[in-house]
């Protein structure tokens, strides 16, 4: 079980699981109004491929191909998040794991890539650019600048790629 707190003393718990070349996660975020429940399927290469968020009565679903395409599992394709690989859920670090670990990096270089940003609790998404630069890597922990339209921060992740340290949002408890 890994576990975060943000700012707001708000928690997460989430559990990760490898099995067959397929990478499914299961997580709660203790939110001050409500429960949020998330989970996401990705393939070995840590490619996002389904993903489905359940706040209250209120749920959605997301279907990727792992080349760019998208849908809702209800209407078909998602044609504004074309070419976008990862998801961003708002309310978690976790995602920023998948293209950190997706990813192969070399110190100093900064990789722009589109991601389908998930709002949450309004559940709203859509297409953004977001940049990582591998800063350092010392004593199993990596430093990553992350920068995207509206906001930059550092990320700091352990020797599997997970969020340990995103300084004034996410700490790993």
Known sequence: MIRWKNQREETEELSLTEKDGCITIQSTV?????EIRYSLELDRSW???KGSIRIGDRSLTLHA???G????GEHGPIEELTGAIDIDI???PFTNSLPINRMEWVQGRTV???VVYLSVPDLTFRKVNQHYTLLRDSNGIREFCYQS???ESS???DREGLVVDYPGLFLRI
Do not use: K, L, Q
């Open 30 to 34: 203790h939110h001050s109004a409500t």
């Open 47 to 49: 490619t996002f491929r």
């Open 65 to 67: 191909d792992g080349s």
């Open 69 to 72: 395409s998208w849908s809702d």
């Open 90 to 92: 708002s309310c978690t």
């Open 112 to 114: 722009s890539m589109d």
């Open 149 to 151: 339209p509206t906001y």
């Open 155 to 157: 990320i700091f992740v």
